[in-house]
């Protein structure tokens, strides 16, 4: 419904644009016959992106494995698609750095964008929520809309900057529509859609600013809506630093209780991210250090713990966060002056519609209300409330002129909590108020006790889990042990037998273990099995396991492929370890490994026949020479060596 605005936007020619290399990978990915190899050496033509992306790649990375040194390695592990679209993020920041507009701080808003990318990739690898990778571009890219209004209306938009300035209550999206027919949300929707991104981007960015919305996203763009605003809030907190205003304090309060849950330490992850921070300001060329230092110098767990409501004094008399909605100046000023002489936090909306885009902002515990308002009355504001998951938490009392019974009614039905007739008689507005309070504190107490059992059974289920890792993991290689290994072949071999598909397994001796255990000690003893079992794994395909048996024995069982495919693995396994050098202390030097290969064929009877086979085919290996791989004698005559 905003495409032809956006259209009109775009015939500026001033819209943000990726750099040229940019503009070739946004080509080719669109062209249905591009191949990978022309994506990748596109990429390559500039060493500075090229850089950028296997640096996020390898932090991107769940897991512990070797970092990732080349191009084609990101794009394995990350994908072509999402390296395509990470590379065309970064393009946007080298090229859009600076611009027509006086009041837009160009380089404030790609360090704030850069915070939020590096806290959404970091939250969600530490809470499991969306890629990493695709947390990071989009955080990077969610506010490219702004970008784009300063600089296709440059002038106007210094206007809304410096009227935010002088009133941060005012909503920027509301002055944007008002300005330009399209707010920066939108935009940065048009902009994804025009340059292919996935759709879930353009929806989760369509909803950042607006909660009532986050009901209409999927699973998949639920995850990265909720870790893209809470990286949000982070990035915000990278900005202000000591400089933090009470609401987003108590935005990061809520944050903490939220990560708890997850056994995060949000002081600990704001420090990760500020290091990040810090790191990829020097890549990217920001100012992030001296930004960062606003944040080291304050002390995030003294400010959250000043924000913190005493819990000790009788929880109706707390002050509480409230909102007064009235579209008459002088009402609206009455109704705030005793809210605030009662010694609750008070602000103030005109509209409807206004009051809504506070709520997502300010995040009030009440709201008060008039009935009658243009535009967007009590009960329209009071229903369209109710349909975010925030909003239906609220305690809404509704002032109202009217005292019909069926107009009360239809109120109660729309979601309001309570009423009271205007004029008010201000110690029943109070006592309502105090009403509504006792509610609303009993809801936060449900909440923690709710967060304290939800983190309570996180950290069993954790628990259970690194107890049936342990149970099934070597602890010294981090191989699956004989146990795992044999419960897994069970399963394999049943499948082999009910599908008629081949197994084959391979088993391996470290030659001379025993020697290096003698001479060099068992501390280098240890070191050899860990290098062997870290080029094992390399040397595997996916749906192969390898298994440490126990001493220097190992087996890899190889599901679907018979032996000639399995003497390949063997001998790519015996090979890699060969070249392989193990460095420490005085030992620098390579092992070698003993291996052999058996088939299922008819006429083995079960799992100890196979291995029994294969075992004896690592006894050849032995008395022929070592480093060598045999093929199990009743299946093939031939010996392989090195």
């Given at each position: ?14 819209l943000?644009?990726p ?7 946004l ?24 850089g ?39 393009t ?36 499991g ?15 490219i ?33 008002e ?12 902009l994804?859609?025009?340059?292919g ?5 353009q ?120 909102l ?25 909306a ?17 709201i008060v209300t ?8 009590g ?5 369209a ?9 609220i ?14 009614l ?30 609303v504190?009993?809801q ?19 628990l259970?889990?690194?107890?049936k ?14 146990r795992c ?7 394999t ?7 008629d ?17 003698d ?26 396991l ?5 001493g ?7 599901p679907?492929?018979?032996?000639d ?11 890699a ?66």
């Open positions: 419904m905003f495409r032809k605005e956006f259209e009109e936007l775009k015939a500026t020619g001033q943000p644009s750099s040229g290399v940019g503009m070739r990978i080509t080719l990915t669109q062209e249905e016959d591009c191949s990978i190899d022309e994506l990748i050496e596109t990429m390559q033509a500039d060493p500075a992106l090229t950028r992306i296997v640096k996020l790649a390898t932090s991107a990375q769940v897991s512990t494995s070797r970092p990732i040194s080349s191009l084609n390695e990101a794009a394995m592990r990350l994908g072509l698609k999402t390296v395509s679209t990470v590379a065309l993020g970064f946007l920041v080298t090229g859009n750095r600076s611009g027509a507009c006086t009041r837009f701080d160009y380089d404030g808003y790609w360090s704030e964008s850069l915070a939020c990318g590096i806290a959404a990739s970091k939250l969600s690898r530490e809470l929520r969306a890629d990493p990778a695709e947390a990071f571009t989009c955080g990077l890219m969610a506010a809309g702004e970008l784009a209004l300063a600089c296709t209306h440059p002038e106007d938009y210094a206007e809304i900057i410096d009227r935010l300035a002088s009133d941060p209550g005012l909503d920027r999206k509301l002055l944007e529509t300005a330009f027919r399209i707010n920066h949300c939108e935009v940065a929707a048009s994804m859609a025009d340059w991104l996935p759709e879930r981007f929806d989760v960015v369509m909803y950042l600013e607006d909660e009532t919305g986050e009901d209409s996203l999927d699973e998949s763009s639920m995850q990265l809506f909720q870790v893209l605003v809470d990286g949000a809030i982070i990035a915000k907190y990278c900005m202000a630093g000591r400089q933090a205003d009470p609401v987003l304090l108590e935005q990061l309060n809520l944050l903490r209780r939220r990560l708890d849950a997850g056994d995060i330490d949000l002081a600990e992850l704001c420090d990760e991210v500020v290091a990040d921070w810090v790191e990829w300001g020097a890549v990217l060329e920001l100012p992030t250090e001296d930004m960062a230092e606003r944040v080291r110098s304050a002390n995030l767990e003294q400010q959250l713990s000043g924000n913190k409501v005493i819990e000790v004094v009788e929880a109706a008399e707390l002050p509480v966060r409230v007064a909605v009235d579209d008459d100046p002088l009402s609206l000023r009455v109704l705030a002056r005793h809210l605030k002489e009662a010694g609750h936090e008070v602000h103030t005109r509209n409807g519609r206004e009051a809504l885009a506070m709520t997502l902002k300010l995040r009030p515990q009440i008039d009935l009658n308002m243009p535009d967007l009355n009960l329209e504001f009071c229903k409330l109710r349909r975010s998951r925030f909003g239906k938490r305690y809404v009392l509704l002032l109202t002129g009217d005292g019909n019974e069926e107009r009360v239809e109120g109660f039905e729309a979601g309001v909590d309570d009423f009271i007739t205007k004029p008010f008689i201000p110690r029943v507005l109070l006592a309502r108020l105090r009403a509504g309070i006792r509610l504190r009993l936060e107490q449900v909440e923690r006790d709710q967060e304290i059992h939800m983190k309570n059974a996180m950290q069993m289920t954790r259970n889990r690194q107890l890792e342990a149970a099934n993991t070597d602890f010294l290689t981090k191989l699956p042990n004989r290994a044999m419960a897994h072949f069970e399963r071999w049943k499948h082999a037998m009910d599908t598909t081949p197994i084959s397994v391979v088993a391996l001796d470290i030659d001379h273990f025993k020697r290096v255990n001479d060099y000690g068992h501390d280098v003893g240890d070191v050899v099995l860990q290098e062997t079992s870290r080029v094992l794994r390399q040397s595997l395909r996916r749906q192969d390898a298994a440490r048996m126990g220097e024995e190992f087996l890899v069982i190889c679907g492929v018979a032996v495919v399995a003497s390949h693995i063997a001998e790519r396994v015996r090979s370890v060969e070249e392989n050098v193990v460095e420490f202390g005085k030992f620098k030097r390579n092992v070698t490994v003993s291996v052999g290969v058996a088939q299922y064929e008819p006429g083995i009877v079960d799992i100890d026949h196979l291995m029994r086979l294969a075992d004896e085919s690592v006894y050849s290996s032995k008395s022929g020479g070592r480093n060598r791989v045999t093929i199990s004698p009743g299946l093939t005559p031939k010996l392989r060596s090195a």
